[in-house]
């Protein structure tokens, strides 16, 4: 006789999932939550809803399945900017590629002479813990002169705040621009924001905040609710961090233990606070994202010429690396890593590592193969 579970198997353990609500929230919140899932994962826009002309996808859900980080198929495009002083692409499409239109448009190919540089979607896991981090607690891991001496020299990338945002408590002002947080080179101030622009220029659609329409550059109607967006950006807010997996097993402990002591912590910090928050359950809370969310400089290999705000080419947000080992679900069962997915595992990904990360890799590079694979197994348990 057969059991039930052949025909009902068992529910996958939490700590294999990246979405999900973080613990604690209210019945209420809860429900928010519920919708900005709906909106995030089941919105499919189409040309009678508002989508394009030229686009890069037609849902959000499509370049972050399972909350996951995306794969050559979704990887973005950006391009126009090649130092500090901005992007003199703008009235050309820039800075975001649209590469597929509705019939009876083209694509938008990308300007002769403009630096350019693919972006893989991240995972959207934890997302809401960034958003509180007080700015002083990221600046104080900020060391534009490597004043230790450790070859590491954060630093943040300063950005334009958008009219339409409200700069939260706390936040720290060089001129007019404000520490960014989010995306590959950090050019982003907070959720509210990216997912603004993820609509506006991943999507073609139009919002209160950005009611300016990419192909044609007039100024439209809203084609998607201030509150779906609301919704979204408290789902984002509020999706769980990503679950350690084995924590205790040994071979992950002397892992943990080698990555600190190659200096791979230095950028790749395990621990942030966040401060106050209007969400109690991200308020005041250790998490564990490994990243310091500053820019690194690194290298000569991963410097594609193209930059945002006030970065170097060559610098880098350190992408955090929770959630990591869970990357290939929604990968297609491989591994693409980096900012643009040219490392196929990780241990090419560390190998790729230059710049102010050379020494960390260099002693990697030169480790026992028992450390190397402890290594390995600790990253693919966060």
Not at 62 to 82: E, I, M, N, Y
Not at 212 to 219: A, L, N, P
Not at 343 to 367: M, P, T, V
Not at 368 to 377: C, E, G, L, R
């Amino acid at each position: 006789m057969l059991s039930c579970d052949a025909f009902y198997p068992a529910a996958p353990a939490e700590d294999a999932l990246l979405d999900g609500p973080i613990p604690g929230l209210t019945r209420e919140q809860t429900q928010i939550f519920l919708r900005g899932d709906t909106g995030f994962n089941d919105l499919v826009f189409t040309s009678q809803t508002g989508l394009g002309p030229t686009f890069v996808a037609n849902s959000c859900g499509s370049c972050h399945a399972g909350d996951g980080k995306g794969h050559p198929f979704t990887t973005l495009v950006r391009f126009g900017q090649r130092d500090a002083s901005g992007n003199s692409f703008l009235d050309q499409g820039g800075p975001q590629l649209q590469n597929r239109a509705i019939p009876g448009y083209s694509p938008e190919s990308i300007p002769a002479g403009a630096p350019s540089a693919r972006f893989t979607p991240p995972a959207n896991t934890g997302l809401g813990y960034f958003d509180f981090i007080p700015d002083e607690s990221i600046l104080a891991n900020a060391d534009p002169t490597d004043t230790n001496g450790d070859g590491i020299s954060g630093v943040p990338n300063w950005v334009v705040l958008p009219g339409y945002t409200r700069p939260r408590t706390g936040t720290v002002y060089n001129g007019i621009k404000v520490v960014g947080r989010y995306g590959k080179k950090a050019s982003t101030y907070d959720l509210l924001q990216q997912t603004v622009n993820a609509f506006n220029q991943d999507i073609g659609i139009t919002s209160e905040f950005a009611p300016v329409d990419v192909y044609s550059g007039v100024v439209i109607g809203p084609e998607v609710s201030t509150q779906t967006i609301n919704d979204i950006v408290f789902y984002l807010h509020t999706l769980k961090a990503p679950i350690q997996r084995t924590p205790t097993d040994a071979t992950v402990k002397k892992g943990a233990e080698v990555f600190a002591t190659i200096g791979c912590n230095g950028c790749h910090l395990p621990t942030m606070k966040t401060g106050p928050a209007p969400i109690s359950s991200l308020s005041n809370m250790e998490f564990h994202p490994y990243s310091d969310l500053l820019l690194h400089d690194m290298g000569s290999g991963l410097d594609d010429g193209y930059t945002e705000g006030s970065a170097t080419s060559a610098e880098w947000r350190t992408p955090p690396l929770w959630g990591l080992g869970l990357s290939s679900n929604s990968q297609g069962g491989s591994y693409f890593l980096m900012h643009d997915g040219r490392a196929r595992s990780i241990d090419e990904a560390i190998r790729l590592h230059s710049g102010e990360a050379q020494r960390s890799a260099s002693l990697y590079i030169a480790l026992s193969i028992a450390d190397t694979q402890a290594i390995i197994k600790f990253l693919e348990s966060l």
